[in-house]
């Protein structure tokens, strides 16, 4: 990290606490004490209010704030990046609120950043709804991919082929990133193969990104390609009719996995995408009697099970007497 943006991230660091030491300071920047004191010295000098008390600590004085529109594109990506994820695998106390803040954040982005998340948001989807694991992939790999995705360049990369125990050298063409199976995949034309192909981030040993761009795709569609991916069974397909009110809700959250939506005299029948049908049993559960199974009878089957299981832990409640029982009792 240069001087400059070091000094940017501090008084970013300042103004997201109400007290900082100098030695807390130079552990979170790896820098020496006599460095934090030359650099709090020259953000004085550029204007900024920074109040210091010896043997207490820095803090900004109140009322100053730095507008939050200096992200890079990589914290872009970031920000993006964890509110998919968080939106897929977690409940709604948390999807609100994430949804909530990332709206904010990207009302006051610079114009060419809400243009680079529109870009990564039509190109991104997570499948499943389930996480047994947290993937392990570098930022070296997912930020220049995200990047190469917004901007339509073309990457380079080595990769290890696990079938034929191999390394592959290749320049392609990304068109999309997909969660699925506990992995990030990148979708992307293939110039070795001169096809579209799907590669697992986690085998990408090296990449870069080559100083060409490729022209826009226009006949390829996410949406389509995951649709084709369930029929060759790499994802399931169910077919689950919905209350009218409740799409909103489908839409937020099934996100590029909703293949189709059919208006019905009894509610809306849509084809939803999954890595799992457990999975997917999961989450329609959640609407109760608000989903209708359609198809596939797999899936039928596991709501039903589950809704016994439910059902069995909650004995009906037999009748109590009437009032008059006790006294007819009597008189008989």
Same mark, same amino acid.
């Given at each position: 990290m240069n001087?400059?943006? +070091?000094?940017?991230?501090? !008084? !970013?660091?300042?103004?997201?606490?109400?007290?900082? +030491?100098?030695?807390?300071?130079?552990?979170?920047?790896?820098?020496?004490?006599?460095? =934090?004191y030359r650099d709090i010295a020259a953000l004085g000098e550029a204007g900024v209010p920074i109040m210091g008390e010896p043997g207490v600590g820095y803090a900004l004085m109140k009322g100053y704030s730095l507008p939050p529109v200096m992200f890079t594109e990589d914290e872009a990506s970031a920000l993006f990046t964890g509110g998919k994820l968080v939106e897929q695998f977690t409940d709604a106390s948390l999807q609100r609120p994430m949804g909530s803040a990332l709206l904010k954040i990207r009302s006051v982005l610079p114009r060419d950043k809400q243009d680079y998340l529109d870009h990564l948001e039509k190109s991104t989807a997570v499948v499943g709804r389930g996480l047994s694991a947290v993937p392990e992939v570098s930022s070296d790999v997912l930020v220049p991919i995200q990047h190469a995705l917004a901007q339509r360049h073309v990457l380079g990369l080595d990769y290890h082929v696990v079938q034929r125990r191999e390394m592959t050298r290749r320049q392609v063409e990304p068109l999309g990133l997909v969660f699925y199976s506990n992995n990030w995949h990148l979708i992307a034309y293939c110039r070795l193969r001169r096809d579209v192909r799907d590669f697992r981030t986690d085998r990408i040993t090296k990449l870069q990104m080559v100083n060409e761009r490729f022209d826009d795709h226009v006949d390829f569609?996410?949406?389509?390609?995951?649709?084709?991916? %369930? *029929?060759?069974?790499?994802?399931?397909?169910?077919? @689950?009719?919905? +209350? $009218?009110?409740?799409?909103?809700? !489908?839409?937020?959250?099934?996100?590029?996995?909703? =293949?189709?939506? *059919? $208006?019905?005299? /009894?509610? @809306?029948? =849509?084809t939803l995408l999954a890595f799992s049908l457990d999975w997917l049993a999961?989450?329609?559960? %959640?609407?109760?009697? /608000?989903?209708?199974?359609?198809? $596939?009878?797999?899936?039928r089957q596991i709501i039903a099970a589950e809704a016994s299981k439910v059902a069995a832990q909650y004995p009906p409640i037999a009748h109590p007497p009437s009032p008059a029982a006790p006294m007819r009792s009597l008189l008989t």
């Open positions: 001087r400059v943006d +070091r000094l940017m991230a501090m !008084v !970013v660091h300042l103004q997201g606490r109400r007290v900082v +030491r100098a030695e807390e300071l130079a552990t979170h920047f790896e820098i020496s004490v006599r460095t =934090v569609s996410l949406r389509r390609y995951l649709e084709a991916a %369930s *029929k060759e069974g790499r994802f399931e397909s169910a077919r @689950v009719r919905f +209350r $009218p009110e409740t799409m909103e809700r !489908v839409r937020r959250e099934w996100s590029c996995r909703l =293949v189709d939506e *059919k $208006p019905e005299p /009894e509610g @809306v029948a =849509v999961e989450w329609l559960f %959640s609407f109760g009697s /608000e989903a209708v199974v359609l198809a $596939p009878e797999r899936l």
